[in-house]
């Protein structure tokens, strides 16, 4: 990959790679303007056209990469052209089965169904259908497949620790799509937005007409993690996607590669989350129970409980939930469901995260699993998982203290990337 020109550096035992990705689209954020910038990042073509070959499109597309501008500037402009003359039309529920029957790689194969699954979530929301149902105009067709699939394959091959995206703009007025005349931002990106908390840059300068598309949008919300520029840039290589519409000003995106300083990249990282609570004070503590149990199991990040009293004197119950804002909404159907609350309150906060990873430890009693932090002034902490340490107690009857002792003088084995 020498377009990335990795860095790497030590803190204390913690190996880190700094090499990110950051996507900067003033005029546009589309698939095929995505992916025309990773070609111009010299990813090869290979690492795009294999995984397409498994899912069995070979001979029905054509994929054409050239070198062009956009007013002074240069860049990349890819066109996709399907070559069947009467392509199926699909669903969803088609598209899901023929990427899980496809032999594309774990990484590969989440990323791409976790794309369409946004789209069909949003595209369900907005015309009131079941997501299992939608029929996809453009997302069912070749070329959506070829963006969606060529852009998870490519950042894939690139492997970046981050991938961070500016606001994409919203632009203004209205297009005209299959289902007819449609106001700017359309309804999908809209609800993609709204969904996955990405804020949309707004500007009375912005050009006329669809800037943002579903499938861009949906790109980002699956592989960028933040929206908002680095606080610091050091680029190593830049890749230039052009779009296809002629406008004022050059149309294009960049996505640069950057070698940022290691104590930014790993430094500790804010993320979005939506707060869930309600009080419930006619509930009995099995019922409660089995409520607390369907909110872990349907994604909540963590549930908390702590008691309270309400009016007539009544004991009662304060249920309080985190939870990504994409699995707000079904949460939400969880509650209610699941629960006796007519009600519930919400709102989005941010919490700070360190960097973290999962391994392992080797003691003289047997193996523990273990999570290793990233601390900020670049000492890594290690905590062995509670239930392994109660349950090699248990089966060896060595002590928790000194199976705990033994675990911090044991090397640390893992093979994950640092996450947060």
């Not at 840059?201 to 912005?206: E, I, P, T, Y």
């Not at 680029?235 to 996505?255: C, E, F, K, Q, Y």
């Not at 549930?303 to 249920?319: D, E, F, N, Y």
């Not at 193996?367 to 890594?380: F, I």
Request: glycine share 6%; with cysteine.
């Amino acid at each position: 990959m020498p377009c990335l020109n990795r860095h790497r550096a030590w803190a204390d035992d913690c190996f880190v790679v700094t090499t990110s990705l950051h996507i900067d689209c003033p005029t546009g954020l589309a698939g095929d303007m995505l992916l025309a910038a990773l070609f111009d990042l010299e990813v090869p073509r290979r690492v795009i056209e294999e995984p397409l070959d498994l899912l069995g499109l070979a001979g029905l597309y054509r994929l054409e990469v050239q070198e062009s501008h956009s007013g002074a500037l240069r860049g990349k402009r890819l066109s996709v052209t399907g070559l069947q003359n009467s392509p199926p039309h699909r669903h969803w529920v088609d598209i899901r089965q023929q990427i899980e029957s496809a032999a594309l790689s774990v990484p590969l194969q989440r990323s791409v169904l976790a794309v369409f699954q946004a789209l069909a979530e949003a595209e369900a929301a907005v015309h009131g259908i079941d997501p299992d149902g939608v029929h996809f105009h453009e997302v069912g067709a070749v070329d959506a497949l070829v963006d969606v699939v060529g852009v998870c394959a490519a950042v894939e091959h690139l492997d970046p620790v981050t991938i961070s995206c500016n606001p994409p703009p919203a632009g203004w007025g209205s297009v005209t799509t299959a289902h007819g005349v449609l106001p700017v931002p359309v309804p999908a990106v809209l609800e993609l937005a709204r969904r996955h908390s990405i804020p949309l840059h707004q500007a009375a300068d912005l050009p006329r007409g669809e800037l943002t598309t579903p499938t861009g949008l949906a790109l980002m919300a699956v592989l960028a993690e933040r929206f908002a520029p680095p606080q610091s840039m050091l680029p190593t290589a830049i890749g230039v996607g052009l779009g296809h519409r002629d406008l004022d000003r050059p149309n294009l995106l960049r996505i640069c590669c950057l070698q940022a300083d290691a104590d930014f990249e790993l430094a500790p990282r804010w993320q979005a989350v939506m707060v869930q609570e309600a009080w419930i004070d006619d509930a009995s503590p099995e019922d409660l129970a089995i409520l607390l149990k369907h909110l872990r199991e349907a994604g909540a990040l963590d549930v908390a409980v702590s008691a309270l009293q309400m009016k007539k004197g009544r004991p009662a119950h304060s249920i309080t939930v985190l939870v990504s804002p994409e699995k707000a909404e079904h949460l939400r159907q969880v509650w209610f469901s699941a629960g006796p609350s007519i009600g519930l309150r919400e709102r989005q906060q941010g919490r700070w995260l360190l960097p973290r990873r999962a391994g392992t430890l080797t003691t003289p009693w047997g193996v523990l699993r273990a999570k290793q932090v990233l601390r900020p002034d670049g000492h890594c902490s290690l905590k062995p998982e509670a239930d392994d340490l109660q349950r090699l107690s248990a089966e060896t009857g060595c002590a928790i203290d000194a199976l705990r002792a033994a675990a911090s003088a044991t090397p640390f084995v893992s093979d994950e990337p640092w996450g947060w």
